[in-house]
């Protein structure tokens, strides 16, 4: 989380959502871009029935490409962001118990 979402939303508005902790609706998240679309309920599933649609009409092999290689890079971001954040939440607990 400490990773991906200042990439998204910048290191204010990251600080503010994690630290006031409050709790957003659908479309306070679309605003902020980490929801790509909100649709009625009555709609989403032939919504998501047009979005499989568009997807499916793409050919298969590049689309296949394109997902490995940006997950690949995610993913090698990640490990690296996903290693720090475990060890500062590792000092975190450990401080803590040292005031306790």
């Known amino acids: 989380m400490t990773h ?7 290191h204010q ?3 503010e959502l994690i630290v006031l902790g409050e709790r957003h609706g659908a479309q306070a ?9 909100v649709v009625p309920l009555p709609d989403m599933l032939p919504t998501a029935l047009t979005l499989a649609a568009q997807v499916a009409s793409r050919s298969a092999g590049a689309t ?3 997902k490995r290689l940006l997950t690949s890079q995610l993913q090698t971001q990640l490990a690296g962001a996903l290693e720090l954040e475990r060890k500062k939440a590792s000092q975190a607990r450990c401080g803590a118990k040292v005031l306790a």
């Open 64 to 66: 296949s490409r394109l």
């Open 13 to 15: 508005r990251t600080m």
């Open 29 to 37: 998240l679309k605003d902020l871009g980490l929801v790509n679309r």
């Open 4 to 10: 991906l979402l200042p990439q998204t939303l910048g």
